[in-house]
C-alpha cells in the first residue's frame, strides 16, 4: 500500500507516535483519540474519529484536525467525527485542545488510519526454463499491489518450491531449480497467494508439461553458401541444442516488410533455399523447438547477406530528342531509365548504345557510357533507329529499339485542349483530349517534362511517362518540385507519324520575388524598344503568364499606361509606340503567375526625340534639287553665281599665264565676237584652272625704247595700295615718241588679244561691244593684276604717270578674294626672247 505523507513533520510525527507505542509509554497523558471500526479499512469504507480528554475539563475547547485541516470542534472533553472516501494508504488524525482565552494550544493525541484493499486473485500464471542449463522463472498478472505474495511449485518425487516477495516483485520470480531432461514426462504445477493486512487470495493452479516449461536456447552460428556463385541456390547452415526436433526459418528482402515462413523437421542445423533473387540483400532468422508441444525459443540474430549478381532482365524504357543543326545534319539525344533491382539483377557496368541508318548506306555508330543518355550530330537524310542494352558483371539485357522520326510532323496527330493543374506539392495532373481525325490507331502517349529554363545554358534533364491509348490523362510526380515551372508535351504515337502539343505548368505557384530588369530602351521610327532581362529561375516561383510594361510622365500623378505582353522566353523585347516626341517618361516592368504580380522592376527613364523618317529626307532631298536645277537652267542666275565663285576663290588655286597665241581659250572663244557668251566650264575654270601647257619662245616683233634704260632686265614694280584693284609703280614710266609708230604697226588681232587682256572691270562685259578697251603697250607685260611695263626700272621717279583717255574710263576693279594677294617674283630673264614661262599670271587675270 502507498503511504500519504502530508510533509516532514507529519511524518516525524507519526514515526515518534509509532515508537512510543511500540515501547509501551503513554504519549497521551492528557486524552486519547481512537478509530472505529478499526485504524486498518478497506478503500471505500467509513470510518469514526472520536477524541476524549482525561480530566474533566468542560471550560476548555477540542479540535480535531486531519493533515492540519480542522474537520470539527466542540466544548468539553469529548468530540467526534464520521469521516469517508480516505485515499489509499495512511491518513493522521491529532486531537489538539485549546485554553478559554485561546493563549495556548496543546496536542491531546493522534491516530494512523491505513487504507488498503482486498488483494486481487493473481492471473496468467506460468512458467518456463531457458535452454538445457536454466533454471524455472514464473510471472502472472498482479492487478492492483499487494503487500505479500507467495510463489509455490510442486512437482514428481515430492518437489516442492516455494518463494515469497513483497510488492516490489520482478517481473519474472526465479525460483532457482533446474528441470534436467530424466523429468521429459513429467508434469508440474504452480500456484501464487496475494496477503495484506485486510485478507489473502490464490491464483487457480497451473500444470506444465516438461515440453511446456522447458524452452530452448535461439540458434547461433548462422552462415550461407551459395553453390557455383548461384544467386538461385544456397544452403544456409546454424547450431542449436542437441535435443531440439523441429526449426522454423523465415527470411525477406531489406525493402520489404513481409517474412517468408519455412518450417522444417530435423533439420540438423542445415536447409537449402531455392527462390532467392539476384543481387538482393536478405535477412535470415531461425527459431527452435523440443518437441511438437511446447513453445517456440526466440528468434536468433538476424544473419543478413546479399546474393550474388545474374544477367539483366526486361528492356530498357528509352526516348529520345531531335534538334536542328544546319540544313544537313541533326542532332539525335537517346535517353533511357535505369532498370529496377529485380530487372537489373546486379551492378549495371555500362550501357551499349547503337545508332543504325536502316535504309542507303547502312551506316552503325556504337558506344559505351556509363550515363542514361547519350548525343550524335548525323546526317537529316535516311531513317535512323536507336537500341540500347544494359550490362553488368554476368552479361546483358536485351537490346530495347525505337525509330528516329519527327516527333511533331504530323498535326493531324497532335492531341487537343491539353492542360495541367496543380495536384498538391509535389504533382501535376496533364490532361488532353484525342486527336480529331487520327488516320492510324493510337499505339500509346507519352508525357514528356523538363524544367523550362530560358536561359540555362545546359541542357535540363527529361523525364517522361508512358501512357496507355485508352487513357486522356497522367500524374506527373517524378522529380517535381514546387515553384518551379515545367514545360510538358504530350506525343502521340502510331504507325503513321508522331504528333504533340505542349503545356507549361508547376505543382504550385508564388507572386514573383522581382520584376523583370529593363536594359536599355532605344528608338527606331516613331517608337520606343523596351530590352530587358528574364527573372532568374529562384525568383520567378512557378510559371510567368504575363509581362506588364508600364509607364507615365515624369513627376505625374495620374496613374500609369501599361501593356501586357504574353510571355514568351525567346522574347525579351517589345515596341510602344504611343508615347510622345519630347517627353520625359518613366518606365517600369512586373512579371504574373497563376498567384499573382511581383513588385516592380529598375525604372529607367526615357525621352523620344522624334527624328525625322527616311522618306521625308527622301521627298525633301528630291524637292530641293528640282529647285536647284531650275534655278540654274537661268543664264542671268548662272552668271551671278559664277562672279560669286570666282571672287571666293582661293588665290593658291592660280597658275601661270599660258601661251596667248596657243591657249585653248584663244581658239574656242575669238576675242572679235561681238557676243561672249559665259559657259558652263568656266566655273570650274574660275574654281582652279587646268595645268598650264608647254611654254612657247615669241620673238619680239615690236621695239619699244624707253626713255631710261639703266639695265637689259626688267624688275616687277611694288604695289601700291592707293587704288582697289590697281597697282602702280613708285617711279614715273615714259616712253619715247618714236616708239608710237611701231606701236601702230600691231595687227588687228593682236591688238585685240591684248585688250581682252588688259580689260579688267566687272562691268566689261562680253556681250557689250561698245565698252572701252584699255589698249596697252607693248613693253607691258602681264600680272595677275594686267600688263605691267618692262623698264619700270628706268623710268624717272618723280615723273607723273601717263594717262590713257581710255583708262579713264575702265571701271575700278573689287577684289572679293579672302586670301591676301602676294607679289610675283621678278622677271630675271634678258634678251630679245621673252617667254611666257617666265611671267606669272593668275586665272582670275583671264577672268577679268
Request: proline share 7%; glycine share 6%.
Amino acid at each position: 500500500m502507498a503511504l500519504t505523507v502530508g510533509g516532514c513533520t507529519l511524518a516525524l510525527v507519526f514515526i515518534t507516535t509509532w515508537l512510543l507505542i511500540q515501547a509501551n509509554i503513554d504519549v497521551c497523558p492528557k486524552g486519547n483519540v481512537i478509530a472505529k471500526p478499526s485504524h486498518v479499512i478497506s478503500l471505500g469504507s467509513a470510518v469514526n474519529i472520536s477524541c476524549s480528554l482525561k480530566n474533566n475539563a468542560s471550560a476548555n475547547k477540542l479540535i480535531l484536525e486531519r493533515e492540519g485541516i480542522q474537520i470539527a470542534s466542540g466544548r468539553g472533553s469529548f468530540i467526534s467525527a464520521q469521516v469517508t472516501h480516505l485515499p489509499l494508504g495512511k491518513t493522521l488524525f491529532v486531537c489538539k485542545l485549546v485554553s478559554a482565552h485561546r493563549a495556548e494550544i496543546w496536542p491531546v493525541c493522534g491516530v494512523v488510519i491505513s487504507v488498503g484493499v482486498v488483494p486481487e486473485q493473481p492471473q496468467n500464471l506460468s512458467c518456463e526454463q531457458t535452454g538445457e542449463r536454466g533454471t524455472v522463472a514464473c510471472t502472472w498478472s498482479r492487478g492492483r499491489d499487494t503487500y505479500l505474495y507467495t510463489l509455490q511449485f510442486n512437482g514428481p518425487k515430492n518437489l516442492t518450491c516455494q518463494k515469497q516477495c513483497r510488492k516490489d516483485c520482478p517481473e519474472w520470480l526465479d525460483l532457482g531449480i533446474n528441470l534436467p531432461s530424466e523429468y521429459s514426462e513429467s508434469t508440474f504445477t504452480a500456484k501464487v497467494t496475494a496477503t495484506n493486512s485486510l485478507g489473502n487470495t490464490s491464483s487457480l493452479l497451473s500444470t506444465f508439461t516438461f515440453s511446456d516449461i522447458v524452452k530452448p536456447l535461439p540458434p547461433w552460428n548462422m552462415r550461407i553458401n551459395f553453390l557455383n556463385a548461384s544467386s538461385s541456390r544456397c544452403t544456409l547452415q546454424w547450431e542449436d541444442e542437441g535435443w531440439v526436433l523441429l526449426n522454423r526459418l523465415r527470411y525477406r528482402p531489406k525493402s520489404s516488410s513481409f517474412w517468408n515462413m519455412v518450417n522444417v523437421t530435423t533439420a540438423r542445423g542445415k536447409h537449402d533455399l531455392l527462390d532467392l533473387k539476384p543481387f538482393t540483400e536478405y535477412e535470415f532468422q531461425i527459431s527452435s523447438k523440443l518437441h511438437y508441444k511446447g513453445s517456440w525459443s526466440e528468434w536468433s540474430e538476424s544473419l543478413r547477406i546479399q546474393t550474388p549478381e545474374a544477367e539483366p532482365t526486361g528492356i530498357l524504357d528509352i526516348w529520345y530528342m531531335k534538334q536542328h543543326v544546319d540544313y544537313n545534319r541533326q542532332q539525335i539525344s537517346v535517353f533511357w531509365k535505369n532498370l529496377s533491382v529485380s530487372e537489373a539483377r546486379g551492378q549495371i557496368l555500362y550501357y551499349q548504345v547503337t545508332l543504325q541508318e536502316v535504309t542507303g548506306r547502312k551506316i552503325i555508330l556504337q558506344n559505351i557510357t556509363g550515363y542514361t543518355s547519350w548525343t550524335w550530330v548525323i546526317p537529316r537524310t535516311g531513317t535512323w533507329t536507336a537500341a540500347v542494352s544494359a550490362a553488368n558483371s554476368r552479361g546483358s539485357s536485351l537490346p530495347t529499339y525505337i525509330k528516329i522520326m519527327d516527333l511533331c510532323s504530323t498535326g493531324s496527330l497532335a492531341p487537343r485542349e491539353v492542360f495541367a493543374n496543380s495536384e498538391g506539392m509535389d504533382d501535376i495532373v496533364v490532361a488532353w483530349r484525342p486527336p480529331r481525325k487520327a488516320t492510324f490507331a493510337i499505339q500509346e502517349y507519352v508525357v514528356e517534362w523538363k524544367s523550362f529554363h530560358p536561359e540555362a545554358s545546359m541542357q535540363p534533364p527529361l523525364n517522361w511517362l508512358r501512357v496507355p491509348s485508352y487513357n486522356v490523362s497522367a500524374l506527373v510526380s517524378e522529380n517535381i518540385k514546387p515553384y518551379i515551372c515545367y514545360e510538358i508535351c504530350v506525343h502521340v504515337l502510331s504507325e503513321g507519324g508522331r504528333g504533340c502539343s505542349c503545356v507549361q505548368g508547376s505543382s504550385k505557384n508564388k507572386e514573383p520575388r522581382s520584376g523583370p530588369h529593363i536594359n536599355t530602351i532605344t528608338e527606331e521610327s516613331g517608337s520606343a524598344f523596351v530590352f530587358w532581362n528574364h527573372i532568374p529561375i529562384q525568383n520567378q516561383m512557378g510559371c510567368i503568364l504575363h509581362y506588364k510594361i508600364y509607364w507615365k510622365e515624369r513627376d505625374s500623378k495620374s496613374q500609369p499606361e501599361l501593356c501586357e505582353i504574353p510571355y514568351k522566353p525567346s522574347q525579351n523585347s517589345f515596341s510602344i509606340n504611343k508615347l510622345h516626341t519630347r517627353v520625359t517618361y518613366i518606365l517600369w516592368m512586373t512579371a504574373l503567375t497563376a498567384a499573382g504580380e511581383s513588385p516592380q522592376g529598375n525604372v529607367i527613364e526615357f525621352r523620344l526625340q522624334g527624328k525625322a523618317t527616311w522618306k521625308a529626307f527622301v521627298v525633301s532631298s528630291i524637292c530641293t534639287a528640282i529647285v536647284i536645277v531650275g534655278i540654274f537652267s537661268t543664264q542671268y542666275f548662272r552668271q551671278k553665281v559664277f562672279v560669286l565663285l570666282s571672287a571666293l576663290r582661293p588665290q593658291w588655286c592660280s597658275r601661270e599665264i599660258p601661251d596667248p597665241a596657243n591657249s585653248t581659250w584663244a581658239k574656242k572663244y575669238p576675242i572679235v565676237e561681238e557676243k561672249m557668251q559665259l559657259p558652263w566650264d568656266w566655273i570650274q575654270v574660275a574654281l582652279c584652272a587646268p595645268e598650264e601647257p608647254e611654254p612657247l619662245v615669241i620673238n619680239e616683233v615690236l621695239q619699244m625704247t624707253p626713255i631710261f634704260q639703266h639695265s637689259q632686265c626688267t624688275k616687277w614694280p611694288e604695289r601700291r595700295p592707293d587704288m582697289q584693284g590697281h597697282f602702280t609703280s613708285k617711279e614715273d614710266i615714259a616712253y619715247s615718241s618714236s616708239s608710237l609708230q611701231p606701236s601702230r604697226a600691231l595687227t588687228a588681232e593682236t591688238r585685240q588679244l591684248y585688250k581682252v587682256l588688259g580689260s579688267r572691270g566687272h562691268d566689261s562685259k562680253p556681250e557689250n561691244p561698245a565698252s572701252p578697251l584699255m589698249v596697252l603697250p607693248v613693253d607691258y607685260l602681264p600680272n595677275h593684276e594686267g600688263y605691267l611695263p618692262s623698264n619700270i626700272e628706268e623710268l624717272p621717279p618723280q615723273e607723273a604717270p601717263l594717262t590713257d583717255p581710255l583708262e579713264e574710263l575702265e571701271p575700278q576693279h573689287i577684289s572679293l578674294s579672302i586670301f591676301a594677294s602676294h607679289s610675283l617674283h621678278p622677271l630675271t630673264s634678258c634678251g630679245e626672247k621673252l617667254t611666257l614661262d617666265q611671267l606669272k599670271m593668275g586665272c582670275d587675270s583671264l577672268l577679268h
